[in-house]
């Protein structure tokens, strides 16, 4: 799987749009964006996920760039609930179920009142 | 919905004993994991199931051992504790690759 870059924190405020950053310059193209966050002491959500073309539901929107090395997730209008560990995974759909999740160190993003 | 569900929520055992984790889906999802998270590790994957009936060993299946008799359930269980396996135990569950996984509240386990 391709490693991303994230930036360890974020700071946003309440009722503007979090874009939260994820480079990941190695990803092939069977590589599917995965974004999931956990807040404290809860089990992990997931957000959204893409390919190739920007997505968007309920949660948030997920913007993938021209080229695939990077990509943001948007949460439009943030909330202090919003507040969570963000994780951005590349990975191979591979099909058979071993598509367990490994989450790197992600992004802490804080909503601020 | 209740999504997915983890029981118990909190246990604390001591070494050598036994026990079982149940996690229950109401999605009718065919594939489950079972996960376990610790400081500084982030998550591991244990065991999964890609329908009824079936069961596969993940990166960290050593000390486990898993059950899927009816779609909806996964049973994770330790056959003989130790402080190693302390733990949050997280089940997940999903329709099937590329959608992504939904994941329980988390059981945390205590081994003294």
């Known amino acids: 799987d391709a490693k991303t870059t994230q930036p360890p924190s974020m700071d946003c405020a309440e009722g503007r749009a979090a874009n939260l950053p994820c480079n990941h310059s190695t990803i092939s193209g069977n590589e599917y964006v995965y974004w999931y966050r956990q807040i404290h002491s809860q089990g992990p959500q997931y957000i959204i996920h893409g390919l190739k073309n920007n997505e968007t539901n309920e949660m948030a929107s997920l913007i993938i760039t021209e080229d695939r090395k990077s990509s943001t997730l948007i949460l439009p209008h943030a909330t202090l609930r919003d507040t969570a560990v963000y994780y951005c995974i590349v990975r191979v759909a591979s099909g058979g179920g071993a598509d367990g999740l490994t989450f790197g160190k992600g992004t802490h993003l804080i909503i601020q009142p | 919905n209740a999504g997915v569900t983890q029981t118990p929520k909190f246990r604390v055992l001591k070494t050598g004993q036994s026990m079982t984790l149940l996690c229950a889906q109401d999605m009718n999802h065919e594939y489950m994991y079972w996960y376990r998270q610790d400081p500084g590790m982030g998550l591991r994957l244990i065991h999964y199931s890609v329908g009824e009936g079936t069961t596969a060993k993940g990166e960290v299946p050593d000390g486990y051992n898993v059950s899927r008799l009816k779609k909806q359930n996964f049973l994770l269980g330790l056959e003989s504790a130790a402080p190693s396996q302390t733990s949050v135990y997280f089940c997940?569950?999903?329709?099937?690759?590329?959608?992504?996984?939904?994941f329980g509240p988390g059981t945390r386990l205590t081994v003294t």
């Open positions: 997940a569950s999903s329709r099937g690759t590329p959608i992504g996984q939904y």
